[in-house]
């Protein structure tokens, strides 16, 4: 990986690497794609301040994310699928995210399940919940979050209704794999993904095969999926599942003031300021466009997460200055994934990490501490 210097390197190489199926379903956003690219170029529109002669030789990444250190104010977003990138890769990119001293955060639509990525890793993770309308099912897998013992819940609030990628319909995205035509001479230029997830054993849902009964079948559990996303979701859920999850809950997908303020009142340690990474609805503002008026709302309440559009240290320095106090990436560590397994996560990790020195050297900041409107000409 000597060559790569950037994430779109990364991006590039996961392109190569993996069938296009896969790689469309990480890259690609819902409708439009309106909102997608306002993630990413509203962050790139926030300029620094460069500043000079100031003593910048005691910079220090390091912060604290829900009162635990951490390395770099970063966490890795859940992402469904994940094992779909590189065989076993949620279990990878939990151990190059703890080698990195960050959080990483595994999704209720895993392909290694929640025991599987525990028995594999040497720390507890974070573990991202979809309320779905079996809540039985849903008492359960919390159940079985605590006996992994997952140190925060990360309960997913913008996905009641699904926004729509014309590009997964178009590739005919299916888990497992199809082997049409057209995907066997994809698959036959990829060998190492083949070798790594056509014959691993993961493949298919993990926090859900073997969990609901009839469910063995992969076309009954597909179906049992789409059809569980729950429309009726609201607050009093939330007070539900605060009854049963005794640890931190973080509620992700916080995107208006008002629902922040409701936010801060549900007994949620933290919210992530997220639009699904321009998965879900389209037209809505960029996550950075909304971060600044919810982090002065509730900023002393409750501790704010961002994400949504980072692709460089820059990003993050940016969204540390608008008023959040770390951030999660998704496409940025599944790029890295993509395209080298273990040591490629730890590579995009490694990246944003010397992005965001380099960037607080320049702007005169040693701390993480310091990083606040003062580093940009707004
Ligand atoms: C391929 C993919 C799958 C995702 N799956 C989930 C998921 O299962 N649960 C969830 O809460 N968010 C999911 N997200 C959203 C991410 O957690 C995160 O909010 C988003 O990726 C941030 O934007 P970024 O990719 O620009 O960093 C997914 C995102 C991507 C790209």
Known sequence: MKHITCIEDLRQLHKRKVPKAFFDYADRGSYTEDTLRANVSDLQDIKFRQRILVDVSKRDTSTTILGEPAKLPLILAPVGLTGMQHGDGEILACRAAQAAGIPYTLSTMSICSIEDVAANVDKPFWFQLYVMKDRGFIKALIER????????????????????????????????????????????TKPAWVSGVLRGKRRTFGNIAGHIKGMEGVTELGRWIQEQFDTTLNWNDIAWIRSIWPGKLILKGILDVEDAQQAAKSGAEALVVSNHGG????????????LPEIAEAVSTEMEIMFDGGIRSGQDVVRALAMGAQS?????????????????????????????????????????VAEIDERVLTL
């Open 145 to 188: 979050a605590i006996a992994a013992k997952c140190s925060a819940l990360v309960l997913t609030v913008d996905l009641q209704v699904i926004g729509q990628r014309h590009q997964d319909i178009k590739n005919g995205m299916a888990v497992p794999p199809e082997w049409t035509l057209s995907k066997f001479v994809d698959f036959a």
């Open 279 to 290: 998965r879900q609805l389209d037209g809505a503002q960029s996550s950075i466009a909304l």
């Open 327 to 367: 951030c999660m990436i998704g496409r940025a560590y599944i790029h890295g994934l993509g395209a080298g397994g273990e040591a490629g996560v730890a590579k995009a990790i490694d990246i944003i990490a010397n992005e965001m020195k380099v960037t607080m050297g320049l702007c005169g900041v040693n701390t």
